[in-house]
């Protein structure tokens, strides 16, 4: 069960909408109340009612919102730090984390055309808070979306394995994926990207590089690739 871009300062679907209508593991009824909750209670409660199910609580982080600024709006300025980990470590959860990442000019280029209030997002703001977001995940153990799109089945397994999920249904989930549409992404934008309208993960034809950009601050996206383990 995935909850798909939370955080403890903004999510792009709130934590309430999706435990009611995408996991079903809250009822209507229940939903003010729940609402009402602190975040770190809202996700130990959730996790709590999944594994009642049988089932694992994956939390997507919306972590964009802790580094760049004015992507949640004006609702609350970046604290530079990864908030969830210390949000959930409050409600004595210890998160296994795992980062999926992308070449910097790609993520600039995907900010800015899916997300109408940045389209003027200037490469030196951005170049500053990707450049921060990259140090505090360094630690992390990561995965390549271009990887992944250019060998699902091999990546996926290692995703799977990361987790402790059993990996032998890998192409069953590969194969389903175009369908699943409780979650936000490539999957449920308005304007359908290629890797979301078709129907199995292609590789992309062509990912930008840094110097597609146009005044982008080169030496710093260039070392914050370098830092989640992209060659040059």
Known sequence: MVLSEVN?????KPVTEQAVEWLQLVDRGDALAFSALPYRD???RLRDLAEQ????LVVRDWVTVNFLPHCAGDRAEPSGQLEQEM???RAGLVPLSLVVTRRAAAVYRSLRHNFPHLKELSPE?????YASYARAVAHLPRVHLEA???DPEVI????LGHFGFDASDSSAILGNFHLFRSCTGNTALRESS???SSKVIIPAVREPSIVDIPNVVHSVLAEADRVLGYGT
């Open 194 to 196: 290629e890797s979301a």
């Open 156 to 159: 996926l397994k290692q995703i």
């Open 42 to 44: 809202q996700i130990s």
């Open 87 to 89: 949000y959930l470590a």
């Open 125 to 129: 703001t951005f170049a500053s808070a």
């Open 148 to 150: 992944l799109r250019a």
């Open 8 to 12: 403890p300062t903004a999510s792009y």
């Open 53 to 56: 199910r049988g089932k694992q």
